[in-house]
């Protein structure tokens, strides 16, 4: 089955490293976003690319870059992590046609 | 800028009864709703949606209706289960088609046996 995949699923690291979380998919979808998750905020967009030329701004971008790579891959990087970025993240992908979001299993980020 | 707020934050209902959850948007532009569910440990999945040129939409057990005049939007699950508990997102498409999505906060809904 066509899937969005991000990896590592679990990171543990400390204050002031770089991270870097990543998504691949095989939908064939040209529009990739990353989220983060936490308890009682929702799902807030960080960036989000409609194809491999376009980035833009979500939400959320301080602290966070972004790397469109090919059209199956976006890539998430906290150059220098600090403990609120701890949360999760996920990637999604969205169908042109109906609109329809597609998340993967998402990356939890703990940053010490 | 463009918001979405979400109501309640938790919901407890007992198994067979009905539970709504309630949206508002604040982009008026915005012309498409969907309705994510996301079980424990999973990653949300798309259970409902709806467009601006629809007032209500219904699927089994659930739907939904848009007020576009008062930018609101509900979702609505009758006869409740078990496996309905999870976390309930709403979002609203913002600006007009361009589908970057813009979440509420979420609604924990637990179903009681």
């Known amino acids: 089955d066509a899937d969005v995949t991000q990896t590592p699923r679990n990171r543990i690291t400390k204050t002031g490293k770089r991270i870097m979380l990543e998504c691949s998919q095989t939908?064939?979808?040209?529009?990739m976003y990353w989220y983060r998750q936490d308890p009682g905020l929702g799902l807030r967009l960080i960036y989000y690319s409609f194809d491999v030329k376009d980035i833009n701004k979500g939400e959320i971008s301080d602290g966070y870059s972004v790397s469109r790579q090919a059209q199956a891959k976006f890539s998430l990087s906290l150059e220098s992590a600090i403990p609120n970025q701890t949360a999760l993240y996920f990637c999604a992908t969205s169908d042109f046609v109906t609109g329809e979001l597609f998340f993967g299993e998402g990356s939890r980020l703990t940053v010490l | 800028g463009e918001n979405v707020e979400q109501h309640p934050s938790t919901l407890s209902v007992q198994e067979g009864d009905s539970a709504v959850i309630k949206c508002t948007y604040s982009d008026s532009a915005s012309n498409y709703f969907p309705w994510y569910k996301q079980e424990l440990g999973k990653r949300p999945q798309l259970i409902i949606d709806i467009r601006s040129n629809v007032g209500e939409k219904k699927d089994q057990r659930i739907a939904v209706t848009l007020n576009k005049t008062a930018k609101h939007f509900s979702l609505h699950i009758t006869e409740t289960q078990p496996e309905d508990s999870a976390v309930y997102f709403c979002a609203a498409s913002s600006p007009s088609g361009t589908y970057k999505y813009i979440f509420g906060t979420g609604t924990r809904l637990k179903v009681l046996a």
């Open positions: 939908k064939g979808h040209d529009r």
